[in-house]
């Protein structure tokens, strides 16, 4: 099993960044994704989640509006486009994928900084 995000890195505020999540080992198909992400000295926080068919999806009220999930069934694929983004986006953004089991991604990096 193996979960690999990419996508990201140090971008200005107000920029735009698209994290990606490549999915192996298991059927994709069958697990609701989630984004989380841990800022340094913080918990780590449910960032955005989406059902496995992708109809339902749910988002943190400090992401509303400025962040899109969506995953791709084919691809084994999940997304985060991150949009207006802000020095407060600032963490390390982790990809969970959880049905009968959980599995996460090792992480990849977002600074938001001038």
């Known amino acids: 099993v193996r979960l690999v995000e990419s996508g990201g890195g140090l971008v200005q505020p107000g920029e735009s960044l698209r994290l990606s999540c490549a999915a192996s080992?298991?059927?994709?198909?069958?697990?609701?994704m989630s984004w989380y992400r841990q800022a340094p000295g913080k918990e780590r926080e449910l960032v955005a989640t989406?059902?496995?068919?992708?109809?339902?999806?749910n988002y943190a009220d400090s992401v509303k509006g400025r962040f899109t999930i969506s995953r791709d069934n084919v691809r084994s694929t999940v997304y985060l486009q991150m949009n207006s983004l802000k020095p407060e986006d600032t963490a390390v953004y982790y990809c969970?994928?959880?049905?009968?089991?959980?599995?996460w991604g090792q992480g990849t990096q977002v600074t938001v900084s001038s």
């Open positions: 969970r994928a959880r049905f009968n089991v959980d599995y």
């Open positions: 080992g298991f059927t994709f198909s069958q697990f609701d």
């Open positions: 989406i059902s496995s068919g992708g109809i339902r999806t």
